[in-house]
């Protein structure tokens, strides 16, 4: 591609996940960065870290496992030398199988790193715009402030919305622990989670209270579909007395000593390495904070619980990606434009990281004169970088899974089998590639 570049000081637009990943590829590489965020002087409805790279709706990246999407791309991301895995791995949580960070830690280890890099200037300021003839890569999130939102729904036309909701954070000191249990769901190290069993009684008390409790007042930006990878679980119960006991509630897995199964369980997670924070998980919700206390409370195990955190709703924004940018997150319409993070159309953590690494490298190249990197198709970068651009009349946000890579080409019976297949393909082709 050959475009003409008159400053090659590289403008990133947010200090997320996906904004301090470009920021560190383009260091690296011997590039300047002008690296632009409101914090500390404002905040976004959902952040309250006034340090980078905050978490917001969980402290899990998910699994490790090469049998898991997630667990490949993860370790996609350590093959390409992904600065915000490396630090998750350094201040991980024990959390079973998954990779869960000390929250705090995370954020200021990222902080450090960034504010103190050589080759990044970070600058306070809220950005709405963009200079047409400036490289930029525009990685503000899911909560995009409104003034730059305006400006994208102005040049690009195509901007969308959906919903997200965090989850309630409680004080370990104030769960009852004798009524919890710690066990393994079939043997894949849930032990590090604590559960919280209920009887059908108990269940069917809370699941009326949940099902008739008054909801936070949405604003009219907010009165329309919610992304169902975040459902708030008072959305999720309405849809029948028995869904989420095949959701964040469901017991199969779990025995108590006499070999009976409880109805539903209720898993907390860790939220810091010191175990006094623990998050409800799937409990993300818009309940009133005194409706919270007040039905979550009828978890037998939270019957004391302290809320250091209410759960709250948020609006996020997305891109029509297929219209507007290509498989290098290079925007087609302003060839000097860069998107990464979840606003680029990929959903989740780590996902978002994967894009900022994607548009630092590809904005590196686009300097030196090099070609922009395919990854193969194989890799879970590769895939999603495709799911990106591929028309589609319905785009919704794609996270890592299997299903968007090419088929392995021969039949495979055993499930684990195949996934652990797919991530030997795919590691194995990212580093030819590297080669």
Partial sequence: ??????????????????????????????????????????????????????????????????????????????????????????????????????????????????????????ICDEVTDWNDDELTIIATGPLTTDGLSDTIAKKLGLNLHFYDAEAPIISGDSIDYSLTFTADRYGKGES????????????????????????????????????????????????????????????????????????????????????????????????????????????????????????VMHRNTFLNAPEVIDKHFLVKKYPLLFIAGQLSGVEGYVESIMSGLVCGINCANLISGHPLVDYPITTIIGALSEYLQTPNTNFQPMNANFGILPDLGERVKDKTMKKLMYSERSLKDLKNMLN
């Fill in 192 to 311: 590090d989670y604590v559960n919280c069993p209920m009887t059908k009684e108990e269940y069917t008390e809370f699941y009326e209270a949940l099902t008739t409790a008054e909801c936070a007042v949405l604003k009219n930006f907010e009165k329309k579909e919610i992304f169902e990878g975040c459902m708030p679980i008072e959305v999720m119960a309405k849809r029948g007395f028995d869904t989420l006991c095949f959701g964040p509630l469901r017991p199969v897995g779990f025995r108590y000593p006499d070999g009976k199964r409880p109805f539903a369980v209720v898993q907390l997670r860790r939220e810091n390495v010191s175990g006094d924070m623990f998050n409800i998980v799937g409990f993300q919700t818009n309940l009133l904070f005194g409706e919270q206390k007040r039905v979550f409370s009828l978890i037998p195990a939270l019957k004391n619980a302290e809320f250091l955190r209410y759960g």
């Fill in 1 to 122: 591609m050959q475009v003409n570049i008159m400053n090659k000081t590289v403008k990133v637009i947010g200090a997320g996940l996906a904004g301090c990943e470009a920021s560190y590829q383009l260091a690296k590489r011997g590039i300047k960065v002008k690296l632009y965020d409101i914090k500390p002087q404002k905040f976004t409805p959902a952040h309250h870290n006034p340090k980078f790279g905050e978490l917001v709706c969980s402290n899990s990246l998910k699994s490790n496992q090469l049998s898991t999407a997630g667990g490949l791309l993860k370790e996609e991301l350590r093959t390409l030398d992904s600065l915000i895995i490396k630090i998750a791995d350094e201040c991980a949580v024990p959390a079973g199988s998954a990779l869960a960070v000390d929250r705090e830690i995370f954020a200021d280890k990222i902080h450090e790193y960034i504010t103190n890099c050589e080759n990044i200037e970070v």
